[in-house]
């Protein structure tokens, strides 16, 4: 493939300058929980909500989970399976998706320790209505519906520790639900990028390395399409200069230009060779089944 003008001019550049130092890749979502958001502020916001308890509260709350552990991949908990309490995450990582009839799959969240899942039902009764599996060997604290009626009745303080953390999900949904809501699937996946890029990113020189592992794939369940949509349009990025992909990682050549896509003031500034909607089809469709489930979520949760 013969590269623009301008392109080869800015690849000529980067291999005579030094490469930047990558530490060891990282593999999603990292050290911090990740959904599909415009920004990645309060990310994490809920992996602190049991911080103001007392030592003798935090050791009753040990005393009535039950510690688990799972092994990558395996399944924390499955939607339909019927609901008997909450887990609370102590390490590793964690992926809550939902599976459509069709049997596509929107990634709702990545979880990380201090973060609780298995919600939005807290005291037991009725059935998941997404799926838990671990993206890494977890240490889980199980907290049965039994136990946690008991929690809240006899620790106050925990009691509002929860409402906290529900508070959070209940931001971390309503966050996901505007952007499937408002924002068309490309601005999706411009936004997805840069947020990586601020999560994980290593400048070099005007360009940001996103030094994580991600897939077509995750980011096709994230933003609510397909993987071959997201592979088009990555190659139709690549091909204006927006980005380059290689087997190893994202770089994206000019942030200002991604920036610009997701931006109110830029949108009219959109490079012309790319797409401003995709097809009609499986990607629309997915995107609707998350709007769809990510409004019962913030009815649940709010």
Same mark, same amino acid.
């Given at each position: 493939?013969?590269?623009?003008?301008?392109?080869?001019?800015?690849?000529?550049?980067?291999?005579?300058?030094?490469?930047?130092?990558?530490?060891?890749?990282?593999?999603?979502?990292?050290?911090?929980?990740?959904?599909?958001?415009?920004?990645?502020?309060?990310?994490?916001?809920?992996?602190?909500?049991?911080?103001?308890?007392?030592?003798?509260?935090?050791?009753?709350?040990?005393?009535?989970?039950? @510690? #688990? &552990?799972?092994?990558?991949?395996?399944?924390?908990?499955?939607? =339909?399976? +019927?609901? %008997?309490?909450?887990? *609370? /995450?102590?390490?590793?990582?964690?992926?809550?998706?939902?599976?459509?009839?069709?049997?596509?799959?929107?990634?709702?969240?990545?979880?990380?320790?201090?973060?609780?899942?298995?919600?939005?039902?807290?005291?037991?009764?009725?059935?998941?209505?997404?799926?838990?599996?671990?993206?890494?060997?977890?240490?889980?604290?199980?907290?049965?519906?039994?136990?946690?009626?008991?929690?809240?009745?006899?620790?106050?303080?925990?009691?509002?520790?929860?409402?906290?953390?529900?508070?959070?999900?209940?931001?971390?949904?309503?966050?996901?639900?505007?952007?499937?809501?408002?924002?068309?699937?490309?601005? @999706? #996946? &411009?936004?997805?990028?840069?947020?990586?890029?601020?999560?994980? =990113?290593? +400048?070099? %020189?005007?360009?940001? *390395? /996103?030094?994580?592992?991600?897939?077509?794939?995750?980011?096709?369940?994230?933003?609510?399409?397909?993987?071959?949509?997201?592979?088009?349009?990555?190659?139709?990025?690549?091909?204006?200069g927006l980005v380059t992909?290689?087997?190893?990682?994202?770089?994206?050549?000019?942030?200002?230009?991604?920036?610009?896509?997701?931006?109110?003031?830029?949108?009219?500034?959109?490079?012309?060779?790319?797409?401003?909607?995709?097809?009609?089809g499986p990607a629309h469709?997915?995107?609707?089944?998350?709007?769809?489930?990510?409004?019962?979520?913030?009815?649940?949760?709010?």
């Amino acid at each position: 493939m013969t590269l623009p003008g301008n392109a080869t001019s800015a690849a000529n550049e980067r291999r005579q300058q030094p490469r930047p130092a990558l530490p060891s890749q990282i593999l999603l979502p990292g050290g911090q929980a990740l959904f599909l958001s415009e920004t990645i502020e309060g990310l994490d916001e809920g992996a602190h909500f049991l911080d103001t308890l007392n030592p003798d509260e935090v050791a009753r709350l040990n005393g009535h989970g039950r @510690r #688990l &552990a799972f092994s990558t991949g395996e399944a924390i908990f499955s939607q =339909g399976d +019927r609901h %008997g309490g909450i887990f *609370i /995450i102590e390490s590793g990582q964690v992926r809550v998706f939902y599976t459509a009839p069709s049997g596509r799959e929107i990634t709702l969240a990545y979880w990380t320790a201090g973060h609780f899942i298995g919600g939005p039902e807290m005291t037991g009764g009725g059935a998941h209505i997404w799926s838990g599996e671990a993206l890494s060997d977890c240490e889980i604290l199980f907290l049965p519906a039994s136990a946690l009626k008991r929690l809240l009745t006899e620790l106050p303080g925990f009691a509002l520790c929860l409402v906290q953390g529900l508070a959070a999900k209940g931001r971390c949904y309503s966050a996901m639900a505007q952007m499937l809501g408002t924002r068309s699937v490309i601005e @999706r #996946l &411009a936004q997805f990028l840069m947020n990586l890029g601020e999560l994980h =990113g290593v +400048r070099d %020189g005007h360009a940001v *390395i /996103i030094n994580a592992k991600v897939t077509h794939d995750q980011i096709a369940a994230m933003v609510g399409s397909t993987r071959q949509w997201v592979t088009m349009m990555m190659k139709r990025f690549q091909k204006d200069g927006l980005v380059t992909v290689t087997p190893r990682q994202i770089r994206i050549e000019r942030p200002h230009k991604l920036m610009n896509m997701v931006s109110k003031d830029g949108a009219s500034n959109r490079p012309s060779t790319v797409l401003t909607e995709p097809c009609q089809g499986p990607a629309h469709r997915l995107a609707d089944i998350g709007v769809g489930i990510a409004a019962v979520i913030h009815q649940r949760v709010a």
